[in-house]
């Protein structure tokens, strides 16, 4: 749900069709592009990477019942 308040009345009202364009996400291409690694150097010369969520990286691990030779 979205609402405003109008600047008249200090009410809250539903959002004209404008108001609602001018609140829309302008572009889902850009949320949906990767954000580009940013390189760090620190003052003693050692550098970082900063990946974001494009690092993340996860495992899973499992029981097996397996016999035995």
Request: overall charge positive; glycine content about 8%; cysteine-free.
């Amino acid at each position: 749900m979205v609402v405003v308040r109008d600047a008249q009345t200090g009410q809250l009202r539903a959002p004209t069709a404008a108001e609602s364009r001018a609140l829309a996400p302008k572009s889902t291409a850009a949320m949906a592009a990767p954000a580009r690694p940013a390189m760090v150097t620190h003052p003693g010369g050692a550098r970082q990477v900063r990946l974001g969520e494009r690092g993340l990286v996860y495992s899973v691990v499992s029981s097996l019942s397996l016999p035995l030779p």
